[in-house]
């Protein structure tokens, strides 16, 4: 006979396979337990979830760690006015900015991204067959139309796109500030580079992609996620978007 416990349990392991398959598998068990408080209301232990999970065969893919090459530097390089200060009081206060690469089917796009450190949301992206400074001029470009750009600190490693003379002018253009790593120090831009982990951890290692289109859609669709319903510990377990919403309201 089942008791009363192992139909409680039977019915939070369907939840948890529901929650597992809602966020693509992206939540370990202490998001899944935010999840579930949220979603169904439901305060349960985290070794609980954890056992749950355990017993599912289910966790959360892994990130791989990115190995850092130094990059050289030319034309101009901006102070690093940042100083790994993370934290931002307002939206718009500070933007990091970088570019990845995306491996797919024997073939490679490049991502450029701006990430808002008050919430960690992605403010505009671009994606391109060339890593040159068009893509990053256009993703600014992006950025601007969006957003209220002023007194926005914009970070940046020191790849030659972010040192050309048309970057400068053009955040000159709109005002915003200007802020650079210190050469080949990879964490004094952490914070973006914490996404690219998530993102191909979560997205580019777990699929096959076989054409250019199929990427860039799967991009968007998780940048959409990521931002509007991938919920965040140190945004009290809301998303990037949830929390500027609530915050700002």
């Known amino acids: 006979m089942i008791t009363s416990k192992q ?28 999840w579930l408080r949220r979603k169904h209301n439901l305060k349960i232990n985290h070794k609980r979830v954890y056992r749950l999970m355990k017993e599912l065969g289910i966790q959360c893919v892994a990130r791989k760690k990115k190995r850092w090459f130094g990059k050289k530097s030319e034309n101009y390089t ?26 797919f089917n024997g073939q490679r796009l490049f991502l450029s991204v701006i990430y808002d450190m008050f919430n960690n949301e992605i403010v505009a992206y671009r994606i391109g067959e060339r890593n040159d400074l068009k893509l990053v001029l256009d993703t600014v470009k992006l950025a601007n139309k969006k957003r209220d750009v002023t007194d926005t600190l914009l970070h940046s490693d020191q ?39 998530h993102l191909k951890s979560e997205l580019m290692y777990l699929n096959k992609f076989r054409t250019k289109a199929e990427v860039m859609n799967a991009v968007a669709s998780y940048i959409r996620f990521y931002n509007q319903q991938r919920i965040q510990r140190k945004l009290n377990d809301l998303s990037p978007v949830e929390y500027r919403t609530q915050v700002c309201a």
């Open 78 to 103: 901006a102070p690093n006015s940042l100083n790994r200060n993370f934290k931002a009081s307002r939206p718009n206060e500070k933007w990091a900015t970088d570019i990845t690469y995306l491996l």
């Open 7 to 34: 139909k409680e349990e039977r019915q939070l392991k369907k939840l948890i396979l529901q929650c597992h398959k809602a966020v693509r598998g992206t939540y370990g068990y202490y998001r899944v337990r935010a």
């Open 159 to 197: 790849g030659f796109q972010y040192t050309s003379h048309q970057y400068n002018k053009l955040l000159q253009t709109y005002n915003i500030a200007q802020s650079m790593s210190r050469k080949g120090n990879c964490l004094d831009n952490a914070c973006v580079e914490n996404f690219f982990g």
